[in-house]
């Protein structure tokens, strides 16, 4: 009741420096007024409260989902973290990966640095399709990658990669297909790239790096359209200071 009078007066007051005119003349006239007003102010008390509740309740159900996001998103980085420091055959940071232009295509040069992050990059994908669906999985860029031999073949080139390990089914680990993932498009960016980076299991487990492979631009689509062959690595000389 104290509350209420307290509140009343002081809404009460407020009303008046605004302007607004309570009849003064009747007794019951002011009773009425300030019952009113200190309706509305309890009323409006109770709304912030029952909202704030809600608002409350909805982010302590939305916490262990978000903590759980969180601790998987840690848990995929440090997997990815171990996996990229046990991955050997990397290229040298200022090594250049160069794709020729051709079609009417534009030309795609990689650092390596470039390409070692994208290495990464596919190490944080294989983490977080751990325990997702086939389905799912199918929709990820990462895609495998056989060393299957060209359709349409260069002189002396019958395979994207010379130095990859030859698939055989059901072989052991480092039989098996090779890792694909793609290197962004940086002359059209948002599109899909002619460009991918191969990794491939060794025998003990951990990724080796094979190359870069990319389509060669200046086919048209028909046989041989989607050959990959290889970009070499261009090392670059150390400048002696």
Do not use: C
């Amino acid at each position: 009741m104290r509350f209420t009078i307290i509140s009343s007066i002081t809404l009460l007051a407020a009303t008046l420096t605004s302007g607004l005119v309570i009849p003064v003349d009747s007794t019951s006239g002011e009773i009425i007024a300030r019952s009113e007003l200190a309706d509305d102010a309890y009323d409006a008390m109770i709304y912030r409260r029952r909202t704030s509740k809600t608002k409350k309740a909805a982010i302590a159900a939305a916490r262990p989902a978000k903590q759980a996001a969180k601790a998987q998103k840690k848990a995929s980085f440090a997997g990815a973290a171990k996996a990229h420091k046990a991955t050997t055959n990397m290229p040298a940071r200022n090594s250049k990966f160069k794709v020729p232009a051709g079609g009417g295509k534009p030309a795609h040069t990689y650092s390596g640095k470039e390409v070692r992050k994208e290495v990464f990059k596919g190490h944080m994908e294989a983490q977080r399709l751990k325990g997702l669906s086939k389905t799912q999985q199918k929709k990820s860029p990462i895609k495998p990658f056989g060393n299957r031999p060209h359709e349409v073949p260069k002189p002396g080139n019958l395979k994207p990669l010379k130095g990859m390990t030859p698939v055989v089914k059901g072989g052991k680990q480092h039989q098996q297909p090779g890792r694909e993932w793609p290197m962004p498009n940086k002359a059209v960016p948002g599109t899909t790239s002619p460009v991918r980076v191969i990794t491939q299991k060794g025998k003990k487990g951990n990724h080796v790096f094979r190359g870069v492979v990319a389509h060669d631009q200046s086919r048209t689509p028909g046989k041989g359209y989607n050959d990959h062959f290889q970009v070499k690595e261009q090392k670059q000389k150390t400048k002696r200071v």
